[in-house]
């Protein structure tokens, strides 16, 4: 640089005005903007690659400040919990006073409107309800008339069982459940017939909804059932390394917010949204004694169930081929299918649909493209939308030829 330009850029840099650094100013805030009543973000820092597709394009207006500090929004992340309340109009307590045996069932209910289709909602082991409260919503946002019934299996969530009663998680039990949630939401809700059906079940959830939909006992109102991220050869070969599993994830968490930090931290749900909203119910608060460090313990002890892994999934892949209604899979990834699913895709026997940029929660990392899915099935399904050709009885009176 030549003494000019030196001489230049020290006058320049002399006129202008020196300003302090406050340290203060860069410090991370804890504050959090109210939610939307609706989540258009599928992703977070921590979800999956895939979520780019949806970004949308903002185009600024000539007075706006594109480079000012935001504010209300935190620089940091937030692990504040969502209520549930964002994404259902009620929850349900079920329970069928003729049976004294049976367990209080716990739901979550967007009810249908008019024609609507119902969505029936069952979760995997050691998970709740709100685990579809996302892509719930944002099957809402593509059907609006549809609705989402999503309960907490006996054993989890704030489903009960009679005191005293010991927990059966048998394969034929929650399939009952799940059929009397259907039958007490139709009794409660004063629905003079049940609006078309379709099963959505995420690993146990999906073999439950294949053995009720084995079961026929929804008759014509089942549209169809959809599996998620579950097939037999993979579920049982998966089954030998569950202990491992359970030995390396906390006992306990010292709040909720830190709870939702290590599932989305250890990428068990990759979508801090869902995350958000989904965690708060898998936790209770039951000190072990005084000064617990982790005073928040997993609701559902999921060693304790044990004996029913292989219950729930010896059978499944036949089971999900034979049984009437349209039928979808989704997976994380195509190494899952066995040999019988891997056929009966070849034979066209089912729907399947890969998302290899998601984990094990399909529906919580990718609730768009969960929700995209279910609702192009259903739409594939839904007997209101065919038009059948006319008889030849009314042709002929009709005096037209045929």
């Given at each position: 640089?030549?003494?000019?330009?030196?001489a230049?850029?020290?006058n320049?840099?002399?006129?202008?005005?020196?300003?302090?650094?406050?340290e203060?100013?860069?410090?991370?805030?804890?504050?959090?903007?109210?939610?939307?009543?609706?989540f258009d973000?599928?992703?977070?820092?921590?979800?999956?690659?895939?979520?780019?597709?949806?970004?949308?394009?903002v185009?600024?207006?000539?007075?706006?400040n594109?480079?000012?500090?935001?504010?209300?929004?935190?620089?940091?992340?937030?692990?504040?919990p969502?209520?549930?309340?964002t994404?259902?109009?009620?929850e349900l307590?079920?329970?069928?006073?003729?049976?004294?045996?049976?367990?209080?069932i716990?739901?979550y209910?967007?009810?249908?409107?008019?024609?609507?289709?119902l969505?029936?909602m069952?979760?995997?082991g050691?998970?709740?309800?709100l685990?579809?409260?996302?892509?719930g919503d944002?099957?809402?946002?593509?059907v609006?008339?549809?609705?989402?019934?999503?309960?907490?299996?006996?054993?989890h969530?704030?489903?009960?069982?009679p005191?005293?009663?010991?927990?059966?998680?048998?394969?034929e039990?929650?399939?009952?459940?799940?059929?009397a949630?259907?039958?007490?939401?139709?009794?409660?809700?004063k629905?003079?017939?049940?609006?078309?059906?379709?099963l959505v079940?995420?690993s146990m959830?999906?073999?439950?909804?294949t053995?009720l939909?084995?079961s026929?006992?929804?008759?014509?109102?089942?549209l169809?059932?959809?599996v998620?991220?579950?097939?037999?050869?993979s579920?049982?070969?998966?089954?030998?390394?569950?202990?491992?599993?359970l030995?390396?994830?906390?006992?306990?968490?010292?709040?909720l917010?830190?709870?939702?930090?290590w599932?989305?931290?250890?990428?068990?749900i990759?979508?801090?949204?869902?995350?958000?909203?989904?965690?708060?119910s898998?936790?209770?608060?039951?000190?072990?004694?005084?000064?617990?460090?982790?005073?928040?313990?997993?609701?559902?002890?999921l060693?304790?169930?044990?004996?029913?892994w292989?219950?729930?999934?010896?059978?499944?892949?036949?089971?999900?081929?034979?049984?009437?209604?349209?039928k979808?899979?989704?997976?994380?990834?195509?190494?899952?299918?066995?040999?019988?699913?891997?056929?009966?895709?070849?034979?066209?026997?089912?729907?399947?649909?890969?998302?290899?940029?998601?984990?094990?929660?399909i529906h919580?990392?990718?609730?768009?493209?969960?929700?995209?899915s279910?609702?192009?099935f259903?739409?594939?399904?839904?007997?209101?939308?065919?038009?059948?050709p006319?008889?030849?009885?009314d042709?002929?009176?009709?005096?037209?030829?045929?």
């Amino acid at each position: 640089m030549s003494d000019l330009q030196k001489a230049w850029a020290k006058n320049r840099l002399g006129a202008m005005p020196f300003e302090t650094f406050d340290e203060r100013e860069e410090e991370e805030t804890d504050s959090v903007p109210e939610l939307p009543d609706h989540f258009d973000d599928d992703s977070s820092s921590a979800s999956s690659a895939s979520s780019a597709s949806s970004t949308g394009t903002v185009v600024p207006s000539p007075g706006q400040n594109l480079f000012a500090r935001p504010q209300g929004v935190p620089r940091g992340r937030t692990f504040q919990p969502i209520p549930w309340t964002t994404y259902f109009e009620r929850e349900l307590f079920l329970h069928d006073e003729t049976s004294p045996e049976s367990p209080k069932i716990h739901a979550y209910l967007t009810s249908p409107v008019g024609k609507g289709p119902l969505f029936v909602m069952h979760h995997g082991g050691g998970s709740s309800g709100l685990s579809f409260a996302v892509v719930g919503d944002q099957i809402r946002k593509r059907v609006p008339s549809a609705g989402i019934l999503s309960l907490d299996a006996r054993g989890h969530g704030s489903t009960t069982l009679p005191e005293g009663q010991a927990l059966d998680l048998s394969l034929e039990t929650l399939a009952n459940d799940l059929f009397a949630a259907v039958q007490l939401t139709q009794r409660e809700m004063k629905w003079a017939e049940l609006p078309p059906v379709v099963l959505v079940g995420h690993s146990m959830g999906g073999a439950v909804v294949t053995e009720l939909a084995c079961s026929r006992k929804l008759g014509a109102a089942l549209l169809g059932y959809a599996v998620l991220d579950v097939v037999e050869g993979s579920a049982i070969d998966a089954l030998q390394h569950m202990h491992t599993y359970l030995l390396t994830r906390p006992t306990g968490f010292q709040s909720l917010e830190t709870g939702i930090e290590w599932h989305t931290r250890s990428r068990t749900i990759r979508n801090a949204v869902s995350a958000r909203t989904s965690v708060p119910s898998l936790l209770s608060l039951r000190e072990d004694g005084p000064g617990d460090a982790r005073p928040w313990k997993w609701r559902t002890d999921l060693a304790a169930t044990q004996p029913y892994w292989e219950n729930w999934f010896v059978g499944l892949s036949g089971k999900f081929l034979s049984a009437r209604g349209g039928k979808l899979l989704l997976l994380a990834g195509t190494d899952r299918l066995d040999t019988e699913l891997t056929i009966g895709q070849m034979q066209g026997k089912y729907n399947l649909q890969v998302f290899p940029e998601a984990g094990h929660f399909i529906h919580e990392d990718l609730p768009e493209k969960t929700a995209i899915s279910l609702v192009d099935f259903y739409r594939r399904n839904d007997r209101t939308a065919l038009v059948l050709p006319p008889k030849v009885s009314d042709l002929l009176k009709q005096g037209k030829k045929v």
